[in-house]
């Protein structure tokens, strides 16, 4: 295109003025459009993540006159590591895992069943399978379409051939994933995770841990929501999304912080109790010093109380961290550790009463007003169960007076568990990314899917 006939300096300014012009619209697309970043893993967490912080630091700052912690939990055990700060949970994914037994489920090698040519079931439609994700309500042109309600074909499955059948990839389950993982989960359906952004249209399902942000895509084969920080930082929203994953027990696949897999060996709950020597005080590691409940508020009254409390993270920081850093082995110094969630939100329990019970100590805790549903009677003391603060600083100086009152909170470690606790917990003996795997699978072959057990359940098998 021909430059106006004028100066050649005047060419430069239009030149200078067109290149402006270009690197605002630029600018625009990629900073005021978040989602136009949506190109690449690396561009999307830490992109997302920027924005997620600012948010809710925005937020926070109205409600609260502070910053929140920017991973409200994210904890530090022997088992850690040192980039894993990111996710609560992320230290799961670098630690080894249970060795695998390859079951000799027939299913293995299934392929989804043919889709129906029949006249449609007439249940087809019914949503009497509570068990049964909501459907998405998006537009999702590329996503398979599985006729839940099927009548289960599998059992009629030729079993004994599907078994000796070589198990290759293409039999997987393949998951996409916003979180760093990539590797063959040990699992009883052959399962692999990926972050590999070149395979998230051929996956089988995505994994988003987007705190807050909806599906970005709209063309994922099934596209699943995952998150572990409370709804009361990031609302839990399926915007997009077909399948919770989360911590709340009503996400079809459940991800609790407790997770047998995780939590054996030393970190076994019920590890024997502290040596009678710990401190006659409260350990107290929170960094997020703006909750949502105000525990530091209620560590502050505690100290006024004259019950010895040791900040050793940066809320209300008041002793040195040992240097050895590890959380677990901090704790088991200690007749007691401040298990205070950042917010009292239903089944919001993390690992801070858990990490606490493995160090055989007595968490006090602040938290879940269903926290009774989650750990043995008689192993915590909630606060909530006292009428100030005031109260519960006077049973703390009578439990620490009173070896026998002290005691009565270590009782049910050399007890068998209690039997709803064994059960409730029961499927954590797989990891939150096989039970991803059978979900998806179980889609995939039209079965129905138990969130009890979190397997696949047919007429004759629950896998
Ligand atoms: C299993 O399938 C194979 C090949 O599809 C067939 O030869 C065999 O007879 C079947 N066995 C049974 C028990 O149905
Ligand atoms: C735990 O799960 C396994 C496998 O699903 C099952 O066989 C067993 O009966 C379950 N145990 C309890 C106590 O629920």
Same mark, same amino acid.
């Not at 630091?57 to 502070?66: E, H, P, R």
């Not at 009503?250 to 060996?265: L, M, N, Q, R």
């Not at 109260?391 to 270590?410: E, F, G, P, V």
């Given at each position: ?77 022997? *088992? /850690?590591?040192? *980039?894993?700060?990111? /996710? /609560? ?34 249940? %087809? ?10 459907? %998405?309500?998006?537009?999702?042109? @590329?996503?398979?379409? &599985? @006729? ?9 499955? /030729? ?23 990539? +590797? @063959? ?45 409370? =709804?009361?930082?990031?609302?839990? +929203? ?5 399948? =919770? ?29 502290? =040596? ?31 019950? +010895? ?7 209300? !920081? ?51 007003? *269903?926290? *009774? ?36 909170? !270590? ?7 209690? =039997? ?14 096989? +039970? ?7 889609? &995939?072959?039209?079965? &129905? ?15």
């Amino acid at each position: 295109m021909p430059l106006p006939a004028c100066p050649p300096p005047m060419r430069l300014l239009i030149i200078a003025f067109t290149l402006i012009v270009f690197c605002l619209a630029f600018m625009h697309l990629t900073v005021v459009a978040p989602l136009s970043l949506l190109k690449g893993v690396d561009h999307l967490t830490a992109t997302h993540e920027a924005l997620a912080g600012f948010k809710t630091t925005l937020s926070s700052l109205q409600a609260t006159g502070a910053p929140p912690d920017p991973h409200p939990s994210s904890i530090t055990t022997a *088992n /850690n590591n040192k *980039n894993s700060n990111d /996710n /609560n949970n992320e230290n799961e994914y670098s630690k080894p895992r249970v060795a695998v037994t390859p079951q000799e489920h027939w299913f293995y090698n299934r392929k989804p069943p043919p889709s129906p040519s029949s006249p449609p079931n007439p249940n %087809s439609n019914s949503n009497s399978n509570t068990n049964a994700p909501p459907e %998405s309500k998006s537009s999702k042109p @590329n996503r398979k379409k &599985q @006729n839940r309600n099927d009548p289960v074909t599998a059992p009629q499955d /030729n079993r004994s051939d599907s078994v000796e059948q070589p198990q290759t990839k293409q039999n997987s389950v393949l998951v996409w994933t916003t979180m760093n993982i990539n +590797r @063959n989960e040990p699992c009883d359906v052959p399962c692999e995770y990926t972050s590999d952004k070149a395979l998230r249209k051929s996956a089988d399902a995505s994994v988003y841990e987007l705190r807050g942000y909806r599906a970005p895509y709209g063309d994922d084969k099934m596209s699943i929501l995952l998150q572990m920080e409370g =709804e009361h930082y990031y609302p839990i +929203r399926m915007d997009g999304y077909d399948v =919770e994953n989360t911590y709340r027990w009503s996400s079809p696949i459940k991800k609790p912080y407790f997770e047998w897999v995780h939590y054996a060996g030393e970190r076994d709950i019920q590890n024997p109790s502290v =040596e009678p020597n710990a401190i006659d005080g409260v350990s107290f590691l929170a960094r997020n010093c703006g909750s949502r409940n105000d525990r530091e508020g209620v560590v502050r009254q505690l100290m006024a109380a004259g019950i +010895r409390v040791d900040a050793m993270s940066s809320c209300l !920081h008041n002793h040195p961290k040992p240097a050895n850093d590890d959380k677990v082995t901090i704790m088991r110094g200690y007749k007691f550790h401040a298990a205070f969630e950042n917010g009292n939100v239903r089944d919001y329990v993390t690992e801070k009463v858990y990490l606490a019970l493995a160090a055989g100590t007595v968490p006090i805790y602040l938290g879940a007003p *269903n926290i *009774n549903e989650f750990v043995p009677a008689g192993s915590i003391i909630n606060v909530a169960d006292f009428d100030s603060v005031e109260a519960l600083a006077q049973h703390l100086k009578d439990s620490m007076d009173d070896d026998i009152l002290y005691n009565t909170y !270590h009782a049910w470690r050399y007890k068998p568990l209690p =039997e709803w606790f064994v059960e409730k917990f029961n499927f954590t003996h797989s990891t939150t990314e096989c +039970r991803t795997c059978r979900y998806v699978r179980a889609k &995939q072959l039209g079965l &129905q899917w138990d969130e009890v057990s979190q397997r696949a359940r047919t007429a004759q098998v629950i896998w």
